[in-house]
């Protein structure tokens, strides 16, 4: 077994871990916002670690370019989903109150909604 071999396990082994950890994050959560920072951050970073092994993995292939792709796009559009989320669940208050140590939103009258 090469280094190269040990390394793609590695980053697949971790980004699968951390994809699980962020769905065992979306079950066990409590509210919309918890929820959303558990399906974007380890999500995209276990993605982000699978598609590195699998570009070792295929280093010289014609397919390394679409991976490279894939990753960029999650990359943009993750942060994009998960701030449009969160505005949703501020705007239809279904989020948890007690939970928010600083309400940034109140000061441009987010909640005036209903």
Avoid: C, W
């Amino acid at each position: 077994m090469s280094a190269l071999d040990i390394i793609t396990a590695v980053l697949i082994l971790g980004g699968s871990t951390l994809a699980l950890t962020a769905a065992i994050g979306i079950v066990r959560f409590p509210d919309t916002l918890s929820r959303m920072h558990a399906a974007s951050k380890p999500q995209v970073l276990g993605l982000l670690l699978v598609l590195a092994g699998a570009a070792i993995r295929l280093r010289g292939h014609a397919d390394v370019g679409m991976l490279i792709l894939t990753g960029l796009f999650t990359v943009i559009t993750a942060p994009v989903i998960a701030n449009r989320v969160g505005q949703l669940a501020y705007r239809e208050q279904t989020i948890r109150d007690d939970l928010l140590t600083r309400d940034e939103m109140a000061e441009f009258g987010e909640t005036d909604t209903k």
